[in-house]
């Protein structure tokens, strides 16, 4: 099942930012754009360059008004140790959110239940609190944060522009199609 367009759920969660331990709830996502960005676990390989990644973007990802919560089941205790003891990990501004009871996990379905972790899933919501764009890749295959961004700027666009669509490898500023009927029954 799809789940595109799909509005996440009222939820609460503890959070390591910034060096102190925070509480994000839905209503922190609701008015701009989040990316939800699932991983296993910390403490593990290819977790820390995917978020050093992120964190190496993560001022782009504001500048275009979208917020960036990486996710595991871990606690927010485990977080800040994984953060205390990791290079990558201190690099992170953005929150870490805890999900140890699985909820968020399971609410965007990349929920493990024998291995009590998270698949590997990117998710962008937009403003409404609803899923547009979402991935999962298995455990052993890291995301590209830039290919994330892009999607993200893509679905920012297609938002405010409702009859024009983003084709393949588009990026802000390049041309853009405006299906219409005519073109549809010539597909």
């Keep these: 099942m799809s789940m595109i367009n799909k509005e996440v759920s009222d939820f609460s969660v503890q959070a390591f930012q910034n060096n102190a331990f925070k509480t994000v709830t839905k209503k922190d996502i609701l ?13 593990t390989f290819v977790c820390p360059t995917e978020l050093e990644e992120l964190a190496n973007m993560y001022e782009e990802f504001q500048a275009a008004g979208c917020e960036i919560f990486g996710v595991s089941c871990d606690s927010h205790f485990v977080h800040k140790a994984w953060h205390d003891t990791s290079e ?37 919501v937009n403003p409404e ?54 073109l549809v029954g010539q597909l």
């Design 129 to 182: 609190g609803k899923i547009v764009a979402y991935e999962v890749t298995a455990g052993n295959v890291g995301r590209n944060a830039q290919e994330l961004f892009r999607r993200v700027q893509a679905s920012q666009f297609v938002a405010t522009h409702g009859d024009e669509v983003c084709p393949a490898n588009w990026k802000p500023g390049a041309e853009t199609l405006k299906p219409s009927l005519d």
């Design 88 to 124: 990558r990990i201190k690099k992170i501004q953005y929150p870490l959110l805890a999900d140890p009871t699985h909820a968020l996990a399971k609410d965007f379905e990349v929920y493990i239940e024998a291995d009590g972790m998270a698949e590997r899933g990117s998710f962008i």
């Design 31 to 43: 008015g701009k754009w989040s990316v939800f960005f699932f991983y296993p676990a910390d403490f």
